[in-house]
């Protein structure tokens, strides 16, 4: 579980796999529900709750439903900012406004899986399973890159770096990528397995 303090509240995000959008049986009925497409189901969920700090009640929760790769909320697949708050679930990233959880947008940014987002400059950047995504503040792609195969290594070793100047990435078979900030490929090269 991933808990936050935002002005007076906590905001707990956490993997929620019991829930079941069609049941009244669930432990906590979410009074808000968001789908990263627009199927119902949702193989992949993240509830999300807030509290006020001398509360132990929820004031408000909403959960994120994503139907692509399996995710589960850590601290590089969200991000806390000013009022709003963006999540990685699935192939989706969400954006939600604080404290009342209400969707500003939501863009499927990878066709598979979305495992970390970070701040660049004003933006957001994206690891994606199959691409590198670059979104704007209102969740409008501004450019997306892939390599030949998926952002995902077998070792230990950081798929996606940021330099001061420039965005490192290695794929599955230990190509590595150098791309500038607008996406633009500026070298690629082979290392050993």
């Known amino acids: 579980m991933n808990k936050y303090k935002w002005e007076g509240f906590t905001i707990e995000i956490f993997d929620d796999p019991n829930y079941n959008y069609a049941s009244t049986d669930n432990i906590f009925n979410y009074p808000k529900q968001y789908f990263s497409t627009g199927e119902r189901g949702g193989w992949w969920k993240h509830g999300i709750k807030i509290?006020?700090?001398e509360d132990d009640q929820a004031i408000n929760g909403?959960?994120?439903l994503g139907t692509g790769g399996k995710t589960s909320p850590h601290k590089t697949s969200i991000i806390l900012e000013n009022d709003r708050l963006v999540v990685c679930c699935s192939d989706t990233v969400f954006c939600l406004s604080l404290p009342n959880l209400e969707l500003k947008w939501k863009t499927q940014a990878d066709p598979a899986t979305c495992f970390q987002i970070f701040k660049l400059e004003?933006?957001?950047l994206v690891h994606g399973e199959l691409e590198i995504t670059r979104l704007d503040k209102n969740g409008n792609p501004k450019w997306k890159f892939s390599g030949r195969d998926m952002f995902?290594?077998?070792?230990d070793e950081n798929s996606l770096v940021i330099h001061s100047d420039y965005i490192e990435l290695t794929d599955f078979e230990y190509e590595k990528y150098k791309i500038d900030f607008d996406g633009n490929l500026i070298w690629a090269s082979k290392k050993p397995f």
Request: glycine fraction near 0%; hydrophobic fraction near 30%.
């Open 51 to 53: 509290y006020e700090d």
């Open 62 to 64: 909403c959960v994120l």
């Open 122 to 124: 004003e933006d957001y």
């Open 152 to 155: 995902v290594t077998l070792k």
